[in-house]
C-alpha cells in the first residue's frame, strides 16, 4: 500500500512549445488528452498560465473515465505580454503572493486515477512557448 501525505502542494505543469521553434498553435492547446495523472484524490487550488509572447488561452478539465469536467468557466488568457495569470474559486491574490486571480475555477474535485488534460485554446500567433500549472492538494 502506497501512503501519500495529505495537505502538501502538488503541481501538474505542462508546457506548450519551444522557444527555440515556430509559434505555437491552437491545436497544440487541445484536445491534448491526459497530460498528466493525478495518483490520489485532490483537490484543485489554482491554475496558472504564462507565455513568452502575446495572450495565449486555454481550457483545461479532469478526465474522469472518459467523463470530462472544466476546472475553469472559460478559457483563462495570459495577462498582457504574457505574463502570468491565475484562476482560483474566489478573485484572490494567487500563491504567488502577488499576482490576482480570476474566481472562474470551477470542477476542483479529483479522484485518484483521474487525468488533466487540455481542452482547447487559442493560440494568438505570437507566443512560441506556453506553460500551464495546475496546483492542487492530496485530500
Do not use: F, W
Amino acid at each position: 500500500s502506497v501512503v501519500i501525505a495529505v495537505n502538501i502542494p502538488r503541481v501538474c505543469d505542462v508546457a506548450v512549445g519551444d522557444t527555440s521553434g515556430g509559434v505555437i498553435t491552437d491545436a497544440q492547446l487541445g484536445p491534448q488528452k491526459r497530460l498528466c495523472y493525478i495518483p490520489a484524490a485532490a483537490t484543485i487550488v489554482e491554475m496558472d498560465v504564462a507565455a513568452d509572447a502575446g495572450t495565449p488561452n486555454v481550457i483545461v478539465a479532469v478526465d474522469h473515465a472518459g467523463s470530462k469536467r472544466n476546472i475553469v468557466s472559460g478559457a483563462l488568457a495570459t495577462a498582457s505580454s504574457g505574463a502570468i495569470a491565475c484562476s482560483k474559486t474566489t478573485s484572490t491574490t494567487g500563491i504567488d503572493g502577488v499576482t490576482t486571480c480570476t474566481g472562474t475555477l470551477q470542477n476542483t474535485s479529483v479522484a485518484a486515477g483521474d487525468y488533466l488534460e487540455m481542452v482547447s485554446g487559442t493560440a494568438g500567433g505570437a507566443a512560441k512557448l506556453m506553460t500551464v500549472h495546475v496546483l492542487y492538494t492530496v485530500n
